[in-house]
Nanobody
Framework: QVQLVESGGGLVQAGDSLRVSCAAS????????MGWFRQAPGKERQFVAA????????QYADSVKGRFTISRDNAKNTVYLQMNSLKPEDTAVYYC?????????????????WGQGTQVTVSS
């Protein structure tokens, strides 16, 4: 089992940058593919980005491609999401998640462990 705690959310203006982090504890962090998802009020949870165990392969939602970058530091048990050129439509609660034994995947059902989320609000 792995525990996940997100941090770094906040209120920013359109065009700004923000980095959110997710610290993991418990089982070996490098065993898991890691993903970031987001959920806006009244909407379903949406895939944002994922990174494989070694950090060599990534996948992004079309809506964030070229603006967001996912990375991980296995020595620090942490995964990051660097968000640039933020837009009001990026406003959501951002969740990190861990998927054991799979390559990068955008599917919620593949992720067994979830953090509590961190709010990101982008004003226009």
């Amino acid at each position: 089992q792995v525990q996940l705690v997100e941090s770094g959310g906040g209120l920013v203006q359109a065009g700004d940058s923000l980095r959110v982090s997710c610290a993991a504890s418990g089982r070996t962090f490098s065993y898991y593919t890691m993903g970031w998802f987001r959920q806006a009020p009244g909407k379903e949870r949406q895939f944002v980005a994922a990174i494989n165990r070694a950090g060599a392969r990534t996948q992004y939602a079309d809506s964030v491609k070229g603006r967001f970058t996912i990375s991980r530091d296995n020595a620090k048990n942490t995964v990051y999401l660097q968000m640039n050129s933020l837009k009001p439509e990026d406003t959501a609660v951002y969740y990190c998640a861990a998927a054991p034994d799979v390559p990068v995947t955008p599917w919620v059902r593949d992720y067994d462990y979830w953090g509590q989320g961190t709010q990101v609000t982008v004003s226009s």
